[in-house]
């Protein structure tokens, strides 16, 4: 036998093949990564590891003897080219080839880049890597003004991280709000003012026309209104690309990610694709989406060795969320867009709210502000397929426990 083939070696891929081992799957295991480090956890790296307050070891998913005592063969330091499906193999850069019975594409994402005039030039950084979060740990600790472009998630962590570390940060998005994309209008606005508080200038509907320089380093900002701003080092999170190219060489079908069915199967069935690269059916829309987070990558890949082992099922994890900026923990369950009607429960002063998100009177998630039990409800409400109505949401007297206690505790997901 050939074996399973897995092309990345971040959380996704890793996942799939300890899951495999833990199902019992008797052939051989490939882990094919590019960076040369064993499979880390990517979310420290713009929270805790940034801050120096993780080291590399912390950051490993598992030791070098994890994957030795399982019998997964790891090669880490070189990138997948080619894959020839008649033939069942994977071509390396360096010219080796790898037999597969069957492939899985854990191919992740990579940053959207800047078209501006001064992209390129010394100062500029994005984060996607332990390498790039090594680079930007030591930038920040020498810069005396940050400019941090995008106000999503990573833009507003690393602001997090800059302004704690004494610095002084200005957040440049081109939207109206942040985390616009993800996020409701509650969670938007609380998190601006925690920024601002922090001595964070946060610039909406902003946008980025050119990055100038001095001496051939960054020097500041110029925006389309033509106003100018001062910075020695721009930190750009504007979104990212799933890495499909390799996939659509092959003849696979492709359309904002690897085309996926529910059991993360691609056109071609000896070929599975997950996480951030997979486009996939939403279990509760119908409609295909693609989701950028360490859950789903992680959910998909145990569903994919679960079919390779001979126990298929279709996909259909509850999705969540998180990010860490200083003291405030959000949690988020469920995809909210779409919703005409939000909640509170808690108090946004005491920095420990939720807001409950609806469509009519059906639940479509919970976003939490270091109340954890909210998110813990809402993931185990929203898996049972269940709901709660807005006026029990808004009933303070509305007894959550006592709703949770009513729902059979969920099976625990192997691998």
Same mark, same amino acid.
């Given at each position: 036998?050939?074996?399973?083939?897995?092309?990345g070696?971040?959380?996704?891929?890793?996942q799939?093949?300890?899951?495999?081992?833990?199902?019992?799957?008797?052939?051989?295991?490939? %882990?094919? =990564?590019?960076?040369?480090?064993?499979?880390?956890q990517?979310?420290?790296?713009?929270?805790?590891?940034?801050?120096?307050?993780?080291?590399?070891?912390?950051?490993?998913?598992?030791?070098?003897?994890?994957?030795?005592?399982?019998?997964?063969?790891?090669?880490?330091?070189? &990138?997948?080219? /080619?894959?020839?499906?008649? &033939?069942?193999?994977?071509?390396?850069?360096?010219?080796?080839?790898?037999?597969?019975?069957? %492939?899985?594409?854990?191919?992740? !994402?990579?940053?959207?880049?800047l078209?501006?005039? =001064?992209? /390129?030039?010394?100062?500029?950084?994005?984060?996607?890597?332990?390498?790039?979060?090594?680079?930007?740990?030591?930038?920040?600790?020498? $810069?005396?003004?940050?400019?941090?472009?995008?106000? =999503?998630?990573?833009?507003?962590?690393? !602001?997090?991280?800059?302004?704690?570390?004494?610095?002084?940060?200005? #957040?440049?998005?081109?939207?109206?709000?942040?985390?616009?994309?993800? #996020?409701?209008?509650?969670?938007?606005?609380?998190?601006?003012?925690?920024?601002?508080?922090?001595?964070?200038?946060?610039?909406?509907?902003?946008?980025?026309?050119?990055?100038?320089?001095?001496?051939?380093?960054v020097?500041?900002? #110029?925006?389309?209104?033509?106003?100018?701003?001062?910075?020695?080092?721009?930190? #750009?999170?504007?979104?990212?690309?799933?890495?499909?190219e390799? &996939?659509? /060489?092959?003849?696979?079908?492709?359309?904002?990610?690897?085309?996926?069915?529910?059991?993360?199967?691609?056109?071609?069935?000896?070929?599975?694709?997950?996480?951030? @690269? &997979?486009?996939?059916?939403?279990?509760?829309?119908?409609?295909?989406?693609?989701?950028?987070?360490?859950?789903?990558?992680?959910?998909? $890949?145990?569903?994919?060795?679960?079919?390779?082992?001979?126990?298929?099922e279709?996909?259909? !994890?509850?999705?969540?969320?998180w990010?860490?900026q200083?003291?405030?923990?959000?949690?988020?369950?469920?995809?909210?867009?779409? @919703?005409?009607?939000?909640?509170?429960?808690?108090?946004?002063?005491?920095?420990?709210?939720?807001?409950? @998100?609806?469509?009519?009177?059906?639940?479509?998630?919970?976003?939490?502000?270091?109340?954890?039990?909210?998110?813990?409800?809402?993931?185990?409400?929203?898996?049972?397929?269940?709901?709660?109505?807005?006026?029990?949401?808004?009933?303070?007297?509305?007894?959550?426990?006592?709703?949770?206690?009513k729902?059979?505790?969920?099976a625990?997901?192997? =691998?």
């Amino acid at each position: 036998m050939a074996g399973t083939v897995i092309i990345g070696a971040g959380q996704g891929g890793y996942q799939v093949a300890a899951s495999l081992r833990e199902h019992k799957y008797q052939a051989s295991i490939t %882990l094919v =990564g590019d960076e040369g480090l064993l499979p880390y956890q990517r979310p420290p790296l713009s929270k805790a590891y940034l801050l120096g307050e993780m080291d590399g070891e912390r950051l490993l998913l598992r030791p070098q003897a994890f994957y030795e005592t399982r019998n997964i063969d790891l090669i880490l330091d070189d &990138a997948a080219t /080619a894959i020839d499906r008649a &033939a069942g193999r994977v071509t390396l850069a360096s010219g080796k080839t790898l037999a597969y019975d069957h %492939l899985v594409l854990a191919l992740g !994402a990579r940053n959207r880049k800047l078209p501006i005039a =001064g992209a /390129a030039l010394d100062g500029v950084f994005y984060l996607r890597t332990r390498a790039e979060s090594d680079a930007i740990h030591q930038r920040i600790l020498d $810069a005396r003004s940050i400019a941090v472009i995008g106000a =999503g998630f990573i833009g507003l962590e690393l !602001a997090a991280v800059a302004s704690k570390l004494g610095k002084r940060v200005t #957040v440049v998005e081109a939207l109206g709000r942040a985390m616009s994309r993800a #996020v409701s209008q509650p969670i938007s606005d609380f998190f601006a003012r925690a920024h601002a508080g922090w001595g964070v200038e946060l610039l909406f509907n902003a946008r980025l026309q050119e990055i100038v320089e001095a001496g051939g380093r960054v020097a500041g900002l #110029v925006l389309a209104d033509r106003s100018r701003l001062g910075a020695d080092l721009v930190l #750009v999170g504007i979104g990212i690309e799933p890495n499909v190219e390799l &996939a659509a /060489a092959a003849g696979l079908e492709t359309n904002n990610g690897i085309v996926v069915d529910a059991q993360m199967a691609t056109s071609d069935p000896h070929i599975s694709a997950i996480g951030d @690269c &997979a486009a996939f059916p939403d279990p509760v829309s119908g409609a295909r989406i693609r989701l950028e987070s360490v859950q789903n990558a992680v959910d998909q $890949a145990r569903c994919v060795a679960k079919r390779i082992t001979g126990e298929p099922e279709t996909y259909a !994890a509850v999705p969540w969320f998180w990010s860490d900026q200083r003291d405030l923990k959000l949690q988020m369950v469920g995809l909210t867009a779409g @919703c005409d009607r939000t909640v509170l429960r808690g108090d946004p002063a005491n920095r420990a709210f939720s807001v409950f @998100c609806f469509r009519g009177e059906t639940l479509l998630g919970i976003e939490s502000v270091n109340r954890a039990a909210d998110h813990m409800f809402g993931r185990r409400l929203l898996a049972a397929g269940e709901s709660i109505t807005p006026d029990e949401a808004v009933d303070p007297g509305f007894d959550l426990k006592a709703r949770l206690a009513k729902i059979p505790a969920p099976a625990r997901a192997a =691998g």
